[in-house]
């Protein structure tokens, strides 16, 4: 009924992320420059902090659009984990073949083999976390140890971490005092202005086929 009355393709303000609908906004466009810099540059942590629904996982998946060619990516939308289950994402993310059977410290063993073989094909391992501030201590720890493992020259995974201000907030604490000194990049996306706010409507009703402005 909304389509027709209004002559649209499709809806143009679900709920979902969708990258066809992604609007350059200053901030969003400052954020995707520090990170593939940070990339670039091969650091361990980068964190990027908004409020809900400031455009962090329609970031992360413009990202996952933008890969470069050296990039072996692994995408992590539920932190939810234990630190095995998050190991055990990872080694499936990365592209590692293994039996279900095999005890943790071969689990780990057999990542570490995996991380050094995709660092001699010229290969970065790249995690993106999303809702990180959801993510376990225990398996928050984890994750940091496993940025541990390196090569002489750099790391073997690089972390990147999109959350909400909760977990600003976490790191602040006395336990994470490590973590926290390994967030070499870290970015805030601020939430739109008024006429920010007047263009993104605009452009998305575009987008979605209206050729007429539908609100004042």
């Not at 933008?66 to 055990?88: F, G």
């Not at 943790?104 to 570490?112: I, N, S």
């Not at 999303?130 to 940091?144: C, F, I």
């Not at 541990?148 to 600003?168: D, I």
Request: hydrophobic share 45%; glycine share 4%; aromatic share 6%.
């Amino acid at each position: 009924m909304y389509l027709q009355h209004f002559q649209l393709s499709r809806m143009p303000f679900g709920l979902t992320p969708d990258t066809t609908f992604f609007v350059p906004l200053e901030q969003h466009q400052d954020v995707l420059a520090v990170l593939k810099t940070a990339l670039c540059a091969g650091e361990g942590f980068i964190k990027v902090c908004g409020e809900v629904g400031s455009g962090k996982t329609l970031l992360c998946r413009k990202l996952l659009q933008q890969t470069e060619p050296d990039w072996q990516l692994a995408y992590i939308p539920d932190p939810c984990l234990t630190p095995l289950e998050l190991r055990w994402a990872l080694a499936l993310e990365l592209g590692l073949k293994h039996s279900a059977n095999i005890e943790p410290p071969q689990l780990l063993q057999l990542l570490q083999r995996q991380l050094l073989l995709l660092a001699a094909q010229g290969k970065k391992a790249i995690v993106l976390i999303d809702e990180a501030q959801a993510l376990p201590d225990e398996t928050l720890e984890a994750l940091r140890l496993l940025t541990n493992l390196e090569t002489e020259t750099r790391k073997l995974l690089q972390v990147v971490l999109f959350a909400q201000p909760e977990l600003n907030k976490k790191l602040a604490s006395y336990r994470f005092r490590q973590l926290r000194q390994r967030i070499t990049f870290s970015a805030n996306l601020a939430l739109m202005s008024k006429s920010q706010i007047s263009a993104y409507i605009s452009l998305r009703v575009q987008q979605a086929g209206c050729s007429r402005a539908l609100f004042s």
